[in-house]
C-alpha cells in the first residue's frame, strides 16, 4: 500500500470539506512567492504573518491552494468573514492567473487542493450572493462598502 491518498478521499474533501488543518506549509509557499507583504494593504509584515481564506472559510470550507492569501493579523481578523471590496478582487484573481499554478504546484505535496476553476466558480457564487443582497464587502480597517455588479464583471459573469 502507499500512503498516497485516494481520489476518493479528494472527492469527499472537496464535497464535504475538511477540519481546518496546519497552514504552515502554505505559509511558508506563499512567503516564498509573495515576499512579505500583506496582500490587503500592500504593508510589510514584520510578524508571522496569517494565511488568509481569500473566500471566507465560512463560505466555502476547504483548503484550495488559490485561495490562500497573506495578510496582516489585525487586517485579516477584520476582514473576518467578509468579502473583499472590487479592487481585492481584481487583485486575487491577477494573482492567480499569474501565480496560481505555482502556488498549487508547491502546496500539493503538502496536501492541499489545487483547482483553480472551483476557486473561480466559488468566487462567482459568492459574489453573486453579495450583489444580490448588497451586502458589505470588505475594504480596510473599519471600512467596508456596499457589493454591487463590478465584482460579478470582475469575474467575467
Ligand atoms: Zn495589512
Given at each position: 500500500m502507499t500512503a498516497r491518498r485516494s481520489g476518493a478521499a479528494d472527492l469527499?474533501?472537496?464535497?464535504?470539506g475538511g477540519a481546518r488543518v496546519d497552514l504552515s506549509a502554505a505559509r511558508?509557499?506563499?512567503?516564498?512567492?509573495?515576499e512579505n507583504r500583506c496582500f490587503y494593504c500592500g504593508s510589510a509584515m514584520k510578524q508571522?504573518?496569517?494565511?488568509?481564506?481569500?473566500?471566507?472559510?465560512?463560505?466555502?470550507?476547504?483548503?484550495l491552494a488559490q485561495n490562500f492569501v497573506l495578510a496582516h493579523n489585525a487586517c485579516n481578523l477584520d476582514k473576518g468573514d467578509m468579502l473583499t471590496a472590487p479592487a481585492h478582487l481584481a487583485h486575487w484573481v491577477?494573482?492567480?492567473?499569474?501565480?496560481?499554478?505555482?502556488?498549487?504546484?508547491?502546496l500539493s505535496p503538502a496536501g492541499f487542493l489545487d483547482d483553480q476553476?472551483?476557486?473561480?466558480?466559488?468566487?462567482?457564487?459568492?459574489?453573486g450572493q453579495a450583489e444580490a443582497t448588497s451586502a458589505q464587502l470588505w475594504v480596510s480597517l473599519k471600512y467596508s462598502v456596499n457589493?454591487?455588479?463590478?465584482c460579478v464583471e470582475i469575474l467575467g459573469g
Open positions: 469527499a474533501l472537496f464535497l464535504f511558508a509557499a506563499l512567503q516564498e512567492m509573495r508571522d504573518p496569517h494565511v488568509d481564506h481569500f473566500i471566507p472559510w465560512s463560505r466555502y470550507p476547504r483548503d491577477k494573482r492567480n492567473r499569474e501565480l496560481g499554478d505555482d502556488l498549487a504546484a508547491r476553476p472551483a476557486a473561480l466558480q466559488v468566487a462567482r457564487w459568492a459574489y457589493a454591487d455588479r463590478r
